[in-house]
């Protein structure tokens, strides 16, 4: 079974910073395009980055400058460093896989795959 999960969410200080990892755990095969969104109460979830098999990456305008979104392939795992995080941050942030190859029994392939959140509060 494939699954991602999410780690390093919390509290933080306007201006701080927080990392955030998701891992794909399973007999993963290979990962198209990993990302990162968000959503706050209220609010529709929204893209924050993501990153290709080949490290291209796409950042929200509201991100730039301040997150950087990474990858390593043979961890199946993507990272979000987060700096001079505003109060306007705060969020759930969801990792996120466009298509995931896996092998259980034979070669499968699963599309649109979501972790679970992890809770990112930014306030003084």
């Known amino acids: 079974q494939v699954q991602l999960v999410e780690s390093g969410g919390g509290l933080v200080q306007p201006g701080g910073s927080l990392r955030l990892s998701c891992l794909a755990s399973g007999s993963i095969v290979s990962i198209n395009t990993m990302g990162w969104y968000r959503q706050a109460p209220g609010k529709e979830r929204e893209l924050v980055a993501t990153v290709t098999s080949d490290a291209r990456t796409n950042y929200a305008d509201s991100v730039k400058g301040r997150f950087t979104i990474s990858r390593d392939n043979a961890k199946n795992t993507v990272h979000l460093q987060m700096n001079s995080l505003k109060p306007e941050d705060t969020a759930v942030y969801y990792c996120?896989?466009?298509?995931?190859?896996?092998?259980?029994?034979?070669?499968?392939?699963?599309?649109?795959?979501w972790g679970q959140g992890t809770q990112v509060t930014v306030s003084s």
């Open positions: 996120n896989a466009d298509r995931i190859t896996y092998f259980r029994l034979f070669r499968q392939t699963l599309y649109d795959s």
